[in-house]
T-cell receptor, first 115, second 112 residues
Framework: AQSVAQPEDQVNVAEGNPLTVKCTYSVSGNPYLFWYVQYPNRGLQFLLKYITGDNLVKGSYGFEAEFNKSQTSFHLKKPSALVSDSALYFCAVRDYGGSQGNLIFGKGTKLSVKP | DADVTQTPRNRITKTGKRIMLECSQTKGHDRMYWYRQDPGLGLRLIYYSFDVKDINKGEISDGYSVSRQAQAKFSLSLESAIPNQTALYFC???????????FGEGSWLTVV
C-alpha cells in the first residue's frame, strides 16, 4: 500500500535561514508526489509536484523539493525562510490502489519561522 | 471567486441532527472528493466521485453519505451527527488524470 511519512511534527527556523521539511514515501510503482501548504484558517494550497523528469522540482513561493529515489524521499526546501512561510505542510502521494487518482497524505509538519 | 466553494464554512450542530455540506466547482473537473482533517491525522478520504454516475467510498465513509447532483456539485451528508465527527471537512476536485487535486477553503463542523 502507498504511504507517506513526515517524521517531524514541527520544524522551527529563524527567518533568513534555509528550511527543510522532510517526507519519505512508500509506493509500489513510480511515485507521483505532492506538497501542499495550509495557512491558518485556510484551505490547502498546491505548492509543487513530482511526476517524472528532473529530480529538483520548483514550486510556488520560492519552494522547491528534491526527489531522491534511492532514499525514497521528497524533502521540501527553501533557501531563505520568511515569517509568512509559517504554516502546516503536507506531503502526499498518489494512490495507485482502489481510489486511483486520490492522494494519500502525511500527517503534516508545522513550520514555525521566527523573526 | 474561488474555484472550489464550500458551504457552510462553519456550522455547529447537535448530536443526532442531519447536516449537509455542499460543494461546487467552476474548474470543469470530472473528479470530486470529500476529505476530513483531524489534528495529527492529516487528511483522510471520505468519498470520491469520478463522474456523476460513479461514486465510491473512501477510507472513512461510515456515518457519511454523498450525492453528486451535477458535474459541478458534490454534497456530503451526516445523517445523524455524532461528536467524533467534529472536524474540518474539505471538498476537492481534479481532472480525469488526477495529477493535481485542488481544495476548497474547508468547512468547520462542530457536533455538540
Amino acid at each position: 500500500a502507498q504511504s507517506v511519512a513526515q517524521p517531524e511534527d514541527q520544524v522551527n527556523v529563524a527567518e533568513g535561514n534555509p528550511l527543510t521539511v522532510k517526507c519519505t514515501y512508500s509506493v509500489s510503482g513510480n511515485p507521483y508526489l505532492f506538497w501542499y501548504v495550509q495557512y491558518p484558517n485556510r484551505g490547502l494550497q498546491f505548492l509543487l509536484k513530482y511526476i517524472t523528469g528532473d529530480n529538483l522540482v520548483k514550486g510556488s513561493y520560492g519552494f522547491e523539493a528534491e526527489f531522491n529515489k534511492s532514499q525514497t524521499s521528497f524533502h521540501l526546501k527553501k533557501p531563505s525562510a520568511l515569517v509568512s512561510d509559517s504554516a502546516l505542510y503536507f506531503c502526499a502521494v498518489r494512490d495507485y490502489g482502489g481510489s486511483q487518482g486520490n492522494l494519500i497524505f502525511g500527517k503534516g509538519t508545522k513550520l514555525s519561522v521566527k523573526p | 471567486d474561488a474555484d472550489v466553494t464550500q458551504t457552510p464554512r462553519n456550522r455547529i450542530t447537535k448530536t443526532g441532527k442531519r447536516i449537509m455540506l455542499e460543494c461546487s466547482q467552476t474548474k470543469g473537473h470530472d473528479r470530486m472528493y470529500w476529505y476530513r482533517q483531524d489534528p495529527g491525522l492529516g487528511l483522510r478520504l471520505i468519498y470520491y466521485s469520478f463522474d456523476v454516475k460513479d461514486i465510491n467510498k473512501g477510507e472513512i465513509s461510515d456515518g457519511y453519505s454523498v450525492s453528486r447532483q451535477a458535474q459541478a456539485k458534490f454534497s456530503l451528508s451526516l445523517e445523524s451527527a455524532i461528536p467524533n465527527q467534529t472536524a474540518l471537512y474539505f471538498c476537492a476536485t481534479s481532472n480525469r488524470y488526477g495529477n493535481t487535486i485542488y481544495f476548497g477553503e474547508g468547512s468547520w463542523l462542530t457536533v455538540v
